[in-house]
């Protein structure tokens, strides 16, 4: 609401006329919050002024137009039963619905021009205008001193505002990004405790580190490689991608997916170390590209504030329908970011962020700062300890990673309406704030690891870091499916998780994780330790499709016909192929043999989950004359399906 002070000048005498009302607009905060209160209360002690000749880049950050009708529409888009179901709006569909007007707009770059401020960036969806100037014009329009302080818990100083600045608009601003280093973004990554020994044992990178493509393996083990889809990686550096390169090098792979490096502010998209550590970018590339080799793109945005990169995000063209965080910061504001989360979910994007390697969320201190996973409008995702069956080779068991971030939102945001279900059921969950994670992956140390143009490492790093990137290649991989089927994507999939998480088909879905703990232990059903879990192949991915509404196989015969010698046999391979999360041994039987035939099968049953093949033998009757067709029954998990062999005797 726009407030006006107004002073209406009356002639007290009877006959004089009344003069005209003199109306000036009053300077209005922005929305959100930017003072620390260690600045208001005095923890952070003041050492002196920036520069006023100092340049410092801002963006000034306009709100939504109609929030209302937003949270609405965003109820429809992931009601199944609403006609306005995954009907998700384009970059200037939501300008134009929700974004801010075009005079609002043009009012903010015409006040930050008048005020000696230099415009050097605009956003097509109306919600960032970048500006650049001296500290001094900087203070003067937003009637604030750009003090420097000393920090309260580390060793060094860090600017800020003295007071919540106040710029003369007559529309309120949502939030001004960059006038504070009080929080300086950290990768959710680990390194293994000197001393500590490797992790791995089972993978299939140098001293048996898991590789991208192990954790494509263990979660997956399809065909799909995401095709057709793009992933976007948050990223605070740039990168040096001699280190990506080096990687499949050493890893005897090739990568094939375009990567972009893109500057969303103009920070440099380059990184050579020592003055610059792309470990984390590198990692976050590996990940997302193991797990869908086969993406049209993979792109990198690079800046300096979140506000710059997650709009480019948001208004990218294609949009990436899958997004990746694993950096963690703390903002003076929890909501600073959720305008452009909520243009993510009503555009068809999820974003998976890293939940951080501390253990479990306390209210206060070292491990609070994980922010922003603890958001409603993103998919926050915790760290395992993975083993595998065999180097490349299938999921065969996981456990809670002692470091993995999880627990009560220390920022206080409500529980949202897809979580309310799951909490009920979790005895540590809190009813009333958002609970985390929401899934989970591996993230202990053993992994694969080239970053910095040096040495390459193996089980040395480990990290949430590691998760989310690998969930959002697994989302591109379920998106290439999704696409094929109705031509949309999935969008954001927090509630779809849930409803996936509480139905019958959960245990064959996800991996739920029932042993370890980050400081809440890991529990049957979703936890504060892994949430749901891990996904489990292809039936994950087939319950977010919706490709099976209920668990069920089907059967098929190669060949289809034989040809068999009077007293002799012959062979066809039946393969059972299993959908919607089935997960049960399969028995096979034949009916409609000849008279003296015999039919094995081998194995049988086909053990559980069901996928697989049998080889079956028909032994023909010395007696048997002409053709017939034996039908082939399968049995399990409450399903029946059937195939069938046209068997011709030749008579010798």
Known sequence: MIRRLCTSLLTIAALVPVVNMVCKAQSL???????????????????????????????????????????????????????SYHQFLAVEEFTNRFGPTQADYDAVV???????????????????????????????????????????????????????????????????SGLDNYSIPQPALARRPAGAQPAATTGSGPSASFLGSDMRAAYYGGTLTGSGQSVGLL????????????????????????????????????CTYPSCDDTEQTIDMTQALGMAPGMSSLVMYVGSTDSAIFNAMATASPLNAQLSSSWTWTPADPNTDNPYFEEFAAQGQNLF??????????????????????????????????????????????????????????????????????????????????????????????????????????NDYGGTSFAAPMWAGYLALA????????????????????????????????????????????????DLATGWGSPNGANLLNALTGSSSSPSFSLSASPSSISVDRGSSGTSTITATISGGFNAAITL?????????????????????????????????KAALGNHKITITGTGGGVTSTTTVTVDVLVK
């Open 29 to 83: 905060p922005p929305v959100t919050r930017h003072v620390r209160d260690v600045v208001l209360n005095g923890q952070a002690k003041s050492v002196g002024r920036l520069p006023a000749t100092q340049s410092m880049r801002l963006v000034l950050v306009l709100p939504h137009s109609n929030e209302a009708a937003l949270q609405s529409l965003l109820q429809d888009l992931y009601d199944p039963s609403n006609p």
């Open 479 to 526: 998106n290439q499916q999704e696409f094929a089927n109705t031509g949309k994507t999935l969008g954001f999939i927090n509630p779809a998780l849930y409803t996936i998480g509480l139905s019958s088909s959960y245990d064959t879905d996800f991996h739920d994780i029932t042993s370890g703990s980050n400081g809440y232990s890991a529990t049957t059903g979703y």
């Open 589 to 621: 039987s034949a009916s409609g043999e000849g008279t003296g035939d015999t039919v094995t099968f081998s194995p049988n049953p086909i053990p559980a989950p069901g996928s697989g093949t049998s080889t079956m033998t028909v032994k023909v009757g």
């Open 353 to 458: 962020q890293a939940a951080g390697d501390s253990g479990k969320w306390t209210a206060t201190g070292r491990d609070s700062r994980i922010w922003p996973a603890d958001d409603v409008y993103l998919t926050s995702v915790g760290g395992t300890d993975l083993e595998t069956s065999s180097a490349g080779g299938p999921w065969a068991s996981e456990t809670a990673w002692s470091d993995g971030g999880g627990g009560i939102s220390p920022n206080k945001f409500a529980i949202p309406s897809w979580q309310t279900a799951a909490a009920a059921g979790c005895s540590s969950c809190s009813k009333t704030y958002r609970n985390g994670p929401d899934v989970s992956a591996n993230a202990n140390f053993t992994f694969y690891v080239c970053a910095d143009q040096t040495t390459c490492t193996a």
């Open 110 to 176: 015409n006040f930050a021009q008048t005020h000696g401020l230099t415009v050097v960036g605009t956003s097509r969806n109306r919600m960032n205008v970048d500006v650049m100037g001296p500290v001094a014009s900087i203070e003067a329009a937003l009637h604030v001193n750009m003090a420097v302080y000393q920090h309260p818990t580390e060793s060094r100083t860090f600017y800020s505002p003295d007071r919540e600045p106040t710029p003369d608009l007559s529309i309120p601003l949502w939030h001004i």
């Open 235 to 270: 990223e605070y550096y740039g990168t040096d991608l001699a280190d990506l390169n080096t990687y499949y090098t050493n890893a005897s792979q090739t990568n094939n997916v375009p990567v972009t490096l893109l500057s969303t502010d103009g920070t440099s998209t380059s």
